[in-house]
């Protein structure tokens, strides 16, 4: 029962990682938060807000996904007894990162589909 729950626990913490990944990627293709503002434009500033959360989630979900089933099915029987798995793991997750950041990009500005 103790190792469940700690696996549930260091998954609990590799999504939260995986959300921060998101949101900091979110921040980057977003740019800056808009200045606070009063009237019509105080509507640019909650669809900034709106993506900036909505998309970052979206986002961060689907690199914990991937992450928690690459590490399921293949990292556990091969990470075993090696001494540097937090870093092997940890640059696996950069590296799921990257490629779904790529697939949005690509999905976004080249084949214009989202």
Partial sequence: MRKYLFRILNYFIWTLFAYLIAIGYMRIILGAKPEP?????????????????YIGVIIGSIIASLYILIDVFYLNKRLE??????????????????????????????????
């Fill in 81 to 114: 007894n090696i001494a540097h798995s937090l870093i092997i793991r940890f640059l696996i997750m950069i590296s799921i990162s990257i490629m779904v950041g790529a697939i949005h990009y690509l999905l976004e500005k080249v084949v214009d589909v989202i």
């Fill in 37 to 53: 503002s009063t009237g019509f434009m105080m509507l640019f500033e909650l669809i900034y807000e709106y993506a900036f959360v």
